[in-house]
């Protein structure tokens, strides 16, 4: 039986020496390994808290103490020391752990929303409460990188945690120099200075013989390296930033020294008020296919290659590099999501031209409203989860000024495995709220290439791109143009025009599939791909009073995505035709794959065929189809698909 096997809550872990603890990291980094190099997920984050995980769950007590992990993508080896161990094989299933913090699955988990750098403003929130409430003897821990510490929330919690001199806070700045590439920015530079200064090793070798000076009970740890810090200011002058701020900055240390950590951290929770501990880790540790991997250390398996050929991400690449060598003025911009993202090729050819600006991505939008401004074309490149950020920067700083940008959503639409707060089905319905804002979305790779181009093209306000995540799938060619609209299919021979059915992006390709079922019920289905999801193309208009029933599908949200924008557009033209609109029904969906997820909603070619079917036999046995308006229609609300 191994140790692992045999932790069963965080309390098995106080009982065991300093050797069964080594032995314990060598399992777990064994587990870590084998599972998520099967099941996918955040590898090389994990890889580097093992020690640090441990020496959190010996000092502190979970659940009366809190443990809030920064983004949680770095909570596998926390799972696995509260009980998880035995499901651990089922990381992100579906019906499996979640690849994140989950409060359905464990006491111990807290925050599961894993958009990055709110760790710190929850724990302020937290040890306010309890000191209000009358618990002092609780602490709050948070655990943030140093990727996340370049998110601007995370200075606002900062400033405020400076300011809260009571807070039993304790916030742990896993440094390893990495969020999916090597961190940037000012902070950064800062943090490397301490870790590369020539004097560093010495520093950690001088903290480690002190520590071992130091009695148990005696002259209180943070003191000492206080001391120390304060003698060795001018050496590791960055640390000072926080000093500066008002805040005990205590460190850097070792993370991988479990005994130093853990030493570092009771000393820090009996201070008495927030306490920043600076630890030094390594991404990937212990398994040197991660710590050698160059382009992210394992931060996720699979990789980068997630803009591997056949990806949308990477049709989007190609086509940025094609259109960086016609326009000298299309500059990029990503928040610390070069490679995920597809721009690696882009960042190879034009250096100058693309900006990481860290997780930050309220700051990337509105800085490229300054590079618009300045004259040039930004194209923000980054995932629609991730722009709910940046929503006001969007509307305001953006939208408002009519500027040229154009952002670039993937992972628009189910995303999978990663659970509700990466699902990018929001976008759709932000967007429709901005005035003069475009948004496109592509069926295939050839429309990527032309809807983009289409978008740069924009001089006179915003645009925008989404496609899903995974592989483009064939290539289909309009027939016909309806408007500014891809007419793709017609009714089949010898029916009528039934249905108007309007797939947005790839959608546009599952209502070719749903064509062909119908036809078989003797239901004729003209498909259109409106290319544009915002504005609503106008030809909808004369388009939808040919047809007996208007069907709009999207991986979107159902509130006020455009399938409410196509509604409310035949409403004010008083078309009476009713619309039906299909969408992901507006819920925190779990994870799952793609196909799961999208299957539970009742998305599929087969459900969504059945569905229409149903909705056509509805519409002629009850009543005739001009007598339901299409305010009616658009506004009942959806039935749980028919299994
Ligand atoms: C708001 C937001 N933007 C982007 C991401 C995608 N993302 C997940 S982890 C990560 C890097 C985190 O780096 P760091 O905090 O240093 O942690 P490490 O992985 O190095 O342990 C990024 C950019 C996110 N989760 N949230």
New binding site residues.
Partial sequence: MTLLECINGPEDLKVLSQDQLTRLAGEIRDVLVETVTRTGGHL??NL?VVELTIAIHRVFDSPTDRIVF??G??AYVHKLLTGRFARFGTLRQRGGLTGYPSRAESEHDLVEN????TSLSYADGLAKAYTLRGEPDRTVVAV?????LT?GMAWEALNNIAAAKDSKLIMIV?D?G???QP?IGGLAEHLAAIRVNPRYEHVLDYIKTTLSRTPLVGAPLYGTLHGIKKGIKDVLQPQVMFEDLGLKYVGPIDGHDERLVETALRRARDFGGPVLLHVITR?GFGYPDAEQNEIDCL?QVPGPSSAAPGTWSRVFGDEMLAIGARRPDVVAIT???LYPTGLAQFAAAYPDRVYDVG?A?QHAVTSAAGLAMGGLHPVVAI?ST?LN?AFDQTLMDVALHRLPVTFVLDRAGVTGPDGASHHGMWDGSLMQLIPGIKVAAPRDAKRVAELLGEAVEVSDGPTVVRFPKGNVGGEVEALAKLGGMDLLRGPADGLGPDVLLAGAGPMALTGLEIADRLAGHGIGVTVVDPRWTKPVDEAFVGAARQHRLVAVIEDNGRVGGFGDAVARLLRDHDVDVPVKAFGLPQEFLAHGTREQVLEEAGLTPQQLALRITEAVARRSSVSPVSSVSSAEAGDTPEPRPVE
């Fill in positions: 090389g984050p580097g920064d983004t993508h770095q894993s958009h990055a750098s943030i990188g140093d990727g996340a998110g896993n390893n990495w969020s999916y961190t991404k931060h928040a610390a999501m997780i991505e995932y991730f950020r």
